[in-house]
């Protein structure tokens, strides 16, 4: 008997275009499925679907039906459905209720009336099948964003649910700890959807592949974007002149060393992928590279204009107009800022607010923000998180079209995305051992 | 010490502080807390010092233009509709000092409440009104978690060249970072539901009983009600 079947399934959410379109589907006790598709195709609308959340959180629209180990979602409340179903989302950041890691991973059991004594244990041991046991204690805040996924990964992993709905957990997580989260998952024994936009990881452990798109839902073979792609090794030679110089620096936060004499160099002309596992240091080098951080001992020398765009950077905008937001690294000159808006493909969002688009147009309108102001030197700090395979494609061929102008250095866990946007990569590697860290 | 009753010393403290007449005494309250305060890390503790003495610093310089007590005028300056004539008399500055020295504690009282308790375990030991409780730490979570997204506002204007300054600067962030608070907020309770929030049934984690060091926080958190409104 199948453990949720999703009948006839439309659903529109209040004031917007339908999110999803008679969708029909089973999943059967201990399946892994993989959902595939483009950003904005209806994912996230399914997992939530099945968790309860749409229509009980969001309100809109709903017909057809959603059960799950026998209960209808739309007569049971989402915390009643607890348990049976565990959703991880898709910002680590914003779904983080108390400040201490084992206090977090705990959260979840109480709720759920686990027996106190084996609260902590549970805790323990899910925070250990992660590789987060060492986490138990530290403050939340502190961790990054890698770190932060797993301890997210424990709390629903903890609750033992029947049904395991994972949006995209493998987005902040380096190779090694992105297969690791996805054989745990297979392992838990739990029925398992899995959207994801790194498909060479899912696609190896999964029994069937869903295809999303505008709403609507297919089984089979992924369109040929989606399939898996072979992770290649870059390794040009270091590029001429370099614009940007790191000799033997030395950071840490809070006398917590992240970096011990580490050397970079990036040369006008080439793309150099910062790769190396969660809590190594990259963000640290990309910032110090970038001038956001001064180094604590070394030397940092850079020539000309250098931009740098965060993580996460659709949650960073500031201006009520999409023209108006990119402007500001040109000294308020709309021309500039329409034309990078066309170059990332949003001509015709001028007007529109930066908080209406979605993350995906969001993540491009930061982007264009940056590449307005034509750096010397470009940092992006994981540029496809959240993005899907064919957009993807397209900032690398953005990226290699802008390259000859300019250095460029992208911070990423994607060895697929490096391996096709870099001309070389260089690994960073952990200052002290994660248990210390 | 245990959150609970290192909270409900604090509350004792704070009430005392409402509840004293003298300006001496409040001043020591005050005094104490700030103490209290300075045990916190100084990146983390610098806001919540500066708003506590920036708050009771206005109302000791509001009061006495405000209000019309006393004749012992020490300055006085120009009549101004609405308010009536500017002066100063003695009485007010010692009203004002006292209004502001009361609200210096109770903000300093908030603010070790903040720095110092462990918010988790504070949630974790509530027997009953859970939901307030939890309400109240994510509520005091809120000031760090707005410091980190302006920090992180800042960091992503000055990654494209654009430097924040002045107080017109920084008063563009204020949009911002409301839209994101809520932006935050929604997801967080989504999240929060998901995991069974809210349900009935819930347990605890279990926690360790409260030792004697607890227990007379407890007590001198009574006594500090009751000597502040009996004798300071």
């Known amino acids: 008997m199948a453990l949720a079947t999703v009948a006839g399934l439309s659903f529109e959410y209040p004031g917007e275009h339908e999110a999803l379109r008679d969708v029909s589907l089973e999943l059967e006790p201990g399946e892994v499925v993989a959902l595939l598709g483009p950003s904005g195709g209806g994912k996230s609308t399914l997992l939530r679907a099945l968790a309860g959340l749409v229509p009980h959180f969001h309100g809109g629209r709903f017909e057809g039906s959603v059960l799950v180990a026998g209960v209808d979602t739309r007569r049971t409340r989402p915390a009643d459905l607890a348990g049976t179903v565990a959703t991880l989302f898709q910002d680590p950041e914003d779904q983080v209720v108390f400040t201490r890691v084992a206090a977090e991973v705990a959260f979840g059991l109480e709720n759920l009336g686990t027996p106190p004594e084996s609260i902590l244990p549970r805790a323990a041991e899910a925070l250990a099948a992660v590789g987060a046991a060492h986490l138990a204690q530290r403050p939340v805040a502190e961790l990054s964003g890698g770190e932060l996924q797993r301890v997210c990964l424990a709390s629903v992993l903890a609750l033992r649910p029947q049904l395991l709905l994972l949006d995209e957990p493998t987005s902040q997580l380096d190779p090694d700890g992105a297969a690791a989260a996805i054989e745990l998952a297979r392992e838990s024994g739990a029925a398992v959807v899995v959207s994801e936009h790194r498909p060479e990881r899912v696609l190896e452990a999964c029994d069937r592949v869903l295809f999303v798109d505008e709403g609507r839902i297919s089984e089979g073979e992924p369109p040929a974007a989606w399939r898996p792609r072979t992770a290649e090794h870059p390794d040009a030679e270091p590029a001429g002149p370099g614009v940007c110089r790191v000799e033997g620096v030395s950071f840490g936060y809070d006398a917590v060393p992240v970096l011990e004499g580490t050397s970079l160099r990036v040369g006008r002309g080439e793309i150099v992928a910062l790769v190396g596992p969660n809590g190594s240091g990259k963000t640290t080098l990309a910032k110090l590279a970038a001038g956001l951080l001064e180094p604590q001992g070394g030397t940092v020398e850079r020539e000309g204009r250098a931009c740098y765009l965060s993580q996460d950077p659709g949650r960073y905008l500031v201006k009520e107009r999409a023209d108006e937001e990119v402007a500001l690294a040109v000294g308020g000159d709309l021309e500039r800022a329409r034309d990078a808006l066309a170059t990332v493909g949003l001509a015709g969002f001028e007007d529109r607010h930066p908080r209406d688009l979605s993350s995906g147009e969001r993540e491009r309108l930061a982007l264009a923000a940056v590449l307005v102001a034509g750096p010397d030197l470009l940092v992006l700090d994981e540029p496809t998180r959240g993005v899907d395979p064919p957009r993807k494609d397209e900032l690398a061929a953005l990226l290699r079209e802008q390259a000859p102008g300019r250095a460029t250095l992208v911070v990423t866990n994607d060895h697929v995305f490096a391996g096709e946007v870099a001309d070389r990569l260089v690994s960073t590697v952990p200052v002290l051992e994660p248990a210390l860290a | ?232």
């Open chain 2, 1 to 232: 010490m245990s959150p609970a009753p290192a909270a409900l010393l604090l509350a004792g403290l704070a009430a005392a502080a409402l509840l004293a007449d003298r300006i001496v005494s409040v001043a020591a309250i005050a005094l104490v807390l700030l103490l209290l305060c300075l045990r916190a890390p100084a990146g983390r503790r610098r806001l919540y010092l500066f708003g506590a003495i920036v708050s009771g610093l206005s109302v000791f310089v509001l009061t006495p233009f405000v209000s019309n007590i006393g004749f012992h005028v020490i300055w006085s300056g120009p009549t101004v509709p609405v308010l009536g004539q500017l002066d100063v008399t003695r009485e007010e500055l010692r009203i004002g000092l006292f209004q502001g020295l009361r609200l210096t504690a109770v903000a300093l009282a908030f603010a070790a409440y903040a720095l110092l308790l462990d918010h988790d375990r504070l949630v974790q030991s509530a027997r009953f009104a859970r939901r307030s409780v939890l309400a109240m730490a994510l509520a005091t979570r809120l000031v760090p978690t707005l410091e980190r997204d302006a920090a992180g506002l800042v960091e992503a204007l000055r990654g494209r060249g654009v430097e924040v300054t002045g107080a017109r600067g920084r008063a563009q962030l204020l949009s911002p970072l409301l839209a994101g608070s809520l932006e935050r907020a929604l997801n967080l309770a989504e999240a929060m539901e998901a995991r069974g929030y809210g349900r009935p049934g819930g347990t605890r984690t279990p926690r360790p009983g409260w030792s004697t060091l607890d227990r007379a926080a407890l007590a001198l958190g009574a006594l500090a009600v009751a000597i502040g409104a009996l004798w300071l």
